[in-house]
């Protein structure tokens, strides 16, 4: 953690029951769930690629590349298209509902136990009165 982060802005969205937040600064766009192209030879949890108003943008399914039940889409599923170092991937959740900020005296590393192996994702859990938001790292998600 950065201590030099005084409040961020993070996107909430939901997989399962939980939720989750990413930084807002890596968001470019959520979109309503639209037919997706597959493309051969890719790993199942990327499920193709979309035109999005020109741009081919591959999405990514989220509950498969976090290991979390699958469930059908439906009117509330959403594709987060995120921003980072020159690329554009779209994060398929169950929904994205809201933008909170956080202060940084509230958010917590992950504990140890979820900090070992590779597929370490999460960048800390920020607490918000009872709830609290697992705030995955982006950046590890799209290279992981």
Do not use: C, W
């Not at 741009?55 to 009117?75: A, F, G, S, T």
């Not at 933008?99 to 900090?115: G, K, T």
């Amino acid at each position: 953690m950065k201590s030099s982060d005084i409040n961020k802005q993070f996107v909430v969205f939901e997989l399962g029951k939980e939720e989750y937040g990413i930084d807002i600064l890596l968001v470019k766009t959520i979109e309503k769930m639209t037919n997706i192209t597959r493309v051969p030879k890719t790993p199942s949890y990327i499920k193709g690629v979309i035109n999005l108003r020109g741009e081919i943008v591959p999405i990514m399914d989220l509950r498969e590349k976090l290991n979390i039940e699958k469930k059908e889409d439906n009117e509330n599923t959403r594709i987060i298209i995120v921003h980072l170092n020159d690329m554009e991937v779209g994060l398929i959740v169950d929904s994205a509902s809201k933008v909170i900020e956080i202060n940084s005296d509230m958010i917590e590393a992950p504990p140890d136990s979820l900090r070992e192996g590779e597929e370490n994702v999460i960048y800390g859990i920020g607490k918000i009165d009872e709830n609290v938001i697992t705030i995955l790292d982006v950046e590890k998600i799209l290279t992981a």
